[in-house]
């Protein structure tokens, strides 16, 4: 589930670089495209948060909503 997208972006396999070849031991970083206003890292969700921190977050975010 996600709040909002700002854009899309299309590469093809031959774009995504591995990320172990540039980011070595990044375990939740599944590869790396470079775009013209930088690079995008693509990440995989189900490492890139243990489900303790996934929770923390939720909560976190809940309790910063209910201060506005």
């Given at each position: 589930m996600v709040d909002a997208v700002t854009g899309?972006?299309?590469r093809t396999t031959e774009e995504i670089t591995k990320a172990e070849r540039i980011v070595p031991g990044a375990e939740y970083v599944e590869g790396i495209a470079k775009l013209e206003e930088g690079m995008l890292f693509i990440h995989n969700l189900d490492l890139?948060?243990?489900q303790p921190e996934e929770s923390q977050l939720h909560d976190a975010l809940?309790?910063?909503q209910g201060a506005e």
């Open positions: 899309i972006v299309e890139f948060l243990l809940a309790k910063g």
